[in-house]
């Protein structure tokens, strides 16, 4: 995490996610408005709100909205430690993720308190307070499964069996922390995740504002100065796939989403439909990466993601940063030092 961002502890892990980048991303930012048309995590817009920015944000992604109403448009409701407590209060619910998801992915406790814990939040009338709830919740169940690592379903099992001194003399220092994780009381883990997100709500006199679109419908309302574009990577996994279950659990029914994995013919014809769509904005920002290992039929070299982007702007520069991620995003890839890409564009 980058030096002195303890906003950043707010956000919970995501593939994909831009911590790590935001700072050199939002060093290259111009203007009063500033526009993320594919939210994400919302670590480069929540950077911007930071730094003074009116921030407009746009995901069509259920989890992504919950964060940015959570962080980006709310500035001033904060989780108290009676919201945390309501969590608990006994509410009429369709027992969802214990049907579905125990033993596989949460044991019992775990699956009851948060299908017990959704039902509340969805009853809480203040938006902020239940994004804000919502977000404590995704940020809570990702860390027991780190970046939606869903498919890994042997500890639980090995919990819920009673095997957890095999469990614990099996495992590694993280793993061990995990399972820790699912054999605490939920309200110790809440208690302290809510500390880290109170201090990423940031207060702030400027109207920022969120919306559950698609980057072509929301292109079309939204003015700003300056907008970021963080499309999927060519080759790198589905976020539909990777999230599925998180998806299933926010919407309390299974999701069963298109699965986009992008080659450099789709990606190439997305992102100029999105260029396209955009020429009204002075300044656009672009991210792409690529994996050394990577096919090189499916991903991109900088210089032609430049070439791309330089047929709607002549003035588009390229950076390129060593960077490694937490976890890989291209399929089927193992973890290495990736390159990633800034372009830089003006009118």
């Not at 500033?34 to 944000?57: N, Q, W």
């Not at 049907?99 to 509340?120: E, I, S, W």
């Not at 780190?146 to 099996?170: A, N, W, Y």
């Amino acid at each position: 995490m980058a030096k002195n961002l303890k906003i950043f502890s707010g956000l919970y892990s995501y593939i994909g996610g831009k911590r790590l980048l935001a700072t050199k991303i939002l060093a290259f930012a111009e203007g009063k408005v500033f526009i993320d048309a594919m939210a994400g995590a919302c670590s480069v817009s929540l950077l911007a709100k930071h730094k003074g920015f009116e921030v407009k944000t746009a995901d069509i992604s259920d989890r992504s909205y919950i964060t940015q109403l959570a962080l980006i448009q709310n500035s001033e409701e904060k989780i108290t430690e009676a919201d945390i407590a309501r969590l608990f209060v006994p509410a009429k619910n369709s027992g969802f993720i214990g049907k579905t998801y125990c033993p596989k992915y949460f044991t019992k406790p775990v699956a009851k308190f948060l299908d017990n814990a959704l039902a509340v939040a969805d009853k809480i009338e203040n938006k902020y307070k239940q994004a804000l709830l919502k977000h404590l919740l995704i940020t809570y169940i990702l860390k027991l499964r780190s970046f939606s690592r869903f498919g890994l379903t042997q500890d639980t099992k090995m919990i819920e069996g009673g095997k957890i001194s095999e469990l614990l003399e099996s495992s590694s220092e993280s793993r061990t922390k995990k399972t820790l994780m699912n054999l605490q009381h939920p309200l110790e883990v809440l208690s302290r995740i809510a500390k880290d997100i109170n201090y990423a709500v940031i207060n702030t006199s400027k109207e920022c504002k969120a919306q559950k679109q698609d980057v072509f419908e929301f292109l079309k309302s939204v003015k700003g100065d300056c907008c970021y574009f963080d499309p999927p990577y060519p080759g790198s996994c589905s976020y539909e796939e990777t999230y599925r279950v998180l998806d299933s659990i926010l919407a309390r029914e299974e999701v069963k989403n298109p699965v986009s994995v992008f080659n450099k013919k789709d990606s190439e014809k997305f992102l100029s439909e999105m260029l396209e769509a955009s020429q009204y904005i002075p300044l656009w920002l672009i991210s792409c990466g690529k994996n050394p290992d990577a096919d090189p039929e499916k991903s991109y070299e900088g210089i032609e993601l430049l070439e791309i982007v330089k047929r709607y702007r002549k003035n588009a520069r390229l950076i390129t940063f060593q960077h490694k991620w937490s976890i890989n995003t291209l399929a089927k890839k193992k973890q290495s030092e990736n390159v990633e890409y800034l372009i830089i564009a003006k009118a």
